[in-house]
């Protein structure tokens, strides 16, 4: 079957950094996608990773090995506002998301 | 966890035609389900909140008369795209929210149904 897995809850502290992981077990790979959803909001787009490596893209970088079927979310000088739930989605051979079922991430002073 | 399903998963056709999605929670009741647009690596885009056993709630600049949304039972809400044009099409994905224990709720999300529109 097809299984994404992420840690349910983190917590970190104010300036500093986390980094919340993601695995995969997928029938295919098209792409690898990070959301983060404020409560009561939609899902806003993070990251798309398709290749191995890092992107990264202000205080947030995402890492993609597909041969260990690995992702993980950086989040650098953490702010309060980063308080969110971050969702992991990867696409399959057949075009479908995969969900993982988010990491919910509170930040403290 | 909990599992959301959608169908179909994908659908071609002609423009004026009106295509039906199904959103199912399968091992879960929902009160409440969601329906967004995404388009290529960006947000999804809430369309509307779907509750069951009333009219759905449309974010502003979504057509209701032309995304129509059933919710009729606590495991299924339809979204009919009518009369569909070309620039209707999109990858479309439901949500579902689960509440347990009072009031600790989860969104489960739906693999998406891509519509094109020829």
């Known amino acids: 079957g097809q299984n994404i897995d992420q840690p349910t809850e983190m917590t970190a502290t104010e300036g500093a950094i986390v980094q919340i992981n993601c695995t995969y077990q997928t029938s295919g790979f098209n792409g690898l996608f990070w959301y983060q959803q404020h409560a009561g909001e939609a899902p806003t787009f993070l990251s798309y990773?398709?290749l191995d490596g890092l992107e990264e893209k202000g205080r947030f970088s995402s890492f993609l090995s597909r041969s260990k079927g690995y992702s993980y979310l950086l989040l650098k000088e953490l702010q309060m506002k980063d308080s969110a739930s971050y969702l992991c989605a990867v696409m399959d051979s057949n075009y479908q998301l995969i969900w993982g079922a988010g990491t919910k991430l509170i930040i403290k002073p | 966890g909990a599992v959301v399903s959608q169908h179909p998963s994908w659908v071609i056709c002609k423009s004026g035609t009106s295509v039906k999605i199904e959103c199912r929670s399968l091992?879960?009741?929902?009160?409440?389900m969601f329906w967004y647009r995404q388009f290529p690596k960006q947000s999804l885009m809430l369309m509307a909140t779907?509750?069951?056993?009333?009219?759905?709630?449309?974010e502003q600049g979504v057509e209701k008369d032309k995304f129509l949304i059933n919710h009729a039972s606590l495991t299924l809400s339809t979204l009919t795209v009518t009369s569909a044009h070309p620039e209707d099409s999109s990858f479309y994905i439901c949500s579902a929210r689960d509440v347990v224990q009072g009031d600790q709720e989860t969104q489960y999300f739906g693999p998406g149904t891509r519509l094109l529109v020829l």
């Open positions: 779907s509750n069951e056993g009333s009219k759905a709630t449309y």
């Open positions: 091992d879960f009741q929902a009160t409440t």
């Open positions: 990773n398709v």
